[in-house]
Each structure stands twice: as structure tokens, then as C-alpha cells.
């Protein structure tokens, strides 16, 4: 055999050789990313895996992880409590008998979907919608921050409201995870109308929060202001005299001329049981600003002149003191008549 007939036999043996290779090789790679593509766990699975690490976080009362699961978004502005306060929540009303169920993602080729979740908040029976997203299309799918919020009402405003031990501001709007709340005043003269701590369970709660009033201290200090300042009241002997007592006429209806500064005003003892029970009410937009009932009457006297003559005229019904205002908030606690 010639030797340009053995060089073609080898060359054409080592081109066969080669696109054997190469065809081994495109297999080895196309199998490689086949295996790879569908090695990692299914949106579906994925889905699941999110609620179910979220809720045994809660579960377990494990703060942090349930915080670090399901974290706030920029455009939610809320404040958060402390990992103390809220694992005290959880610890008061814990998380139990949790169900998920499948995820219903949407289309052939989803980016999207949400999971229903059952469970269980200190034994009160509830259920969530967790949505879960895919939206960059990378197979790593999130949960959408989905958090409970609530607002301190305007009714508590001034009065040191604290939930779980964490004073919070005014009408502040406060993150709130699953559990039991106990909310309180720092106030020295307030208390709540009810010790029921607010359970929350779902991410959009309905909260109902009680009423501020004065506590036994606050009573007796009102019911005191209003004493010196009725008492203050009386004393004057002018005609006009202050607390809502309106001015005594310089003259009477039978020609009687008063004489100014020598007015006597008592106050009988159905007028001083009324403050002495008054039951004040906060103000709805100012609850540190109490108002209490209609004082009642008095017995109002003075010494008058006609034609020469010197009396002592007596005011029929006596006139009366209005409705008394204190400022709970100002030490001095000053009190108005309206």
C-alpha cells in the first residue's frame, strides 16, 4: 500500500474519530443540563416550602426567623415591637394546628400564585392567603410581604400607650404578628376601660381598642380640682362669680337694688354629692381633656335696699355651676366651665 493511501486512511480514521467524540460530548453536556434543569425543587414546591418555613417560625415562636421570612416592604410603613414583645404574644396565644394547602400558581408558565394556609391562634380557629411570587422568572420564588398593621386611635392620644411592654406614639401604626397584645397606659391619672389583651390573627385584623377613663387616682383628682375651683367660686361676694354661675341682676323684677359685694353663695348637699360621684368622660379628640357633669345648684343670698330700706333678698333657685373641664395633662390641673 502506498504511503499517501495510508496517511488518507489514517486521516479519514482520526475525522470519524473526532465527530464520534464530539457527538459523545453534546450528550454529555445536553444530559448534564437536562439533570440540572430538573434537579431543583418545583415552584410548587417551592411555594409550600416558603408558608410552611413561615408558619413553623410562628409556631415555634421563633421571632427572628418569622421576621426574617416574611420582611416589611419600603411603601410599608409601620412600626416594629421588640422580638420580646412579640414572642410574649405568640407565648400568650401560640400558633398551632397549622394546615397548608397546595399552591394555586397561575398559568402554564407562572410568576405568581398564593397559598391558603389553616391554623389555630391561642385556639381561635383562622386562615391566611400567603402570596408568593416568581416575578424575575429565575426558578427562586419569594413570598410578598404581607404583614398585620393596626393605628392607635386618636382617643388615646397623650396617655402613654404601651403594647407588650413597647411605649409607642401617638396614633403610631405597628406591625403585629400573630398572638395575644396586652395593651396599657404609662399615664398616672388613666387606665383602660378593659384588661383583655387584643388578639390578633390574620393579616388584616379588625382591632377594637378599649376606651381610656380615669383610674382612682385620676377620679380623686378631679373630683378635687373641681372642688377648690367650685369652692373658689363661691367665695367671691360680687355679683358675678365664675363656674358657669350666671351674674346676679343689680336690680329685681319688684325694684330691690343688690348690693355688690355682699353676695353669700352655699352649695347644698345634693350639689356636693354630684361632685363628690361625678364620673368624667375624656375627651374623643383630647382624652387627656375631661369633662364631668352639671355641678348643679346653689343657694345664693345678699344684702339689698328699696326705698330706704335694708334686706337681705334671697335668689330663688339660687342660680347654678355648669359643666367643669379639667386638663389632666397640666400638673395644675386647671379646670374651665362650659
Known sequence: MSTGKIIALVGGGLLVLIAVLVVIALVIVFAVR????????????????????????????EVATALELMPMSSSQDATELSEEAYAAALEAAPVADITV?????????????????????????????????????????????????????????GLGVTLNGVELEDEARIRLLPGAYQAALSSSYFTLSSEDPLLITSSVPEVTWPEPMLNDDGLTAFRGAVQEAAELCLAQKTLEAGCGIGTL???????????????????????????????????????????????????????????????????????????????????????TWS
Request: hydrophobic content about 30%; some cysteine.
Open 34 to 61: 437536562a439533570v440540572s434543569a430538573g434537579s431543583g425543587p418545583t415552584a410548587e414546591e417551592q411555594a409550600t416550602s416558603l408558608v410552611t418555613d413561615y408558619m413553623s417560625a410562628l409556631e415555634g415562636g
Open 101 to 157: 394547602h397546595e399552591p394555586v400558581l397561575d398559568g402554564e408558565d407562572p410568576m405568581d400564585g398564593s397559598v391558603t394556609v389553616d391554623y389555630t391562634v391561642g385556639g381561635e380557629a383562622t386562615s391566611a392567603e400567603f402570596s408568593v411570587a416568581d416575578y424575575d422568572q429565575d426558578e427562586t420564588w419569594e413570598l410578598v410581604p404581607s404583614i398585620a398593621t393596626a393605628t392607635l386611635p386618636a382617643t388615646l392620644n
Open 249 to 335: 341682676p343689680s336690680t329685681s323684677s319688684d325694684g330691690w337694688t343688690m348690693t355688690d359685694g355682699t353676695v353669700e353663695r352655699t352649695m347644698p348637699e345634693d350639689t356636693q354629692r354630684a361632685i363628690d360621684t361625678m364620673e368624667p368622660t375624656p375627651s374623643g379628640d383630647e382624652p387627656t381633656y375631661v369633662q364631668g357633669d352639671v355641678v348643679g345648684s346653689i343657694d345664693t343670698t345678699m344684702e339689698c335696699t328699696k326705698d330706704g330700706q335694708t334686706g337681705i333678698c334671697e335668689m330663688w333657685l339660687g342660680g347654678g355651676m355648669s359643666i367643669p373641664n379639667v386638663d389632666m395633662a397640666d400638673p395644675e390641673l386647671p379646670v
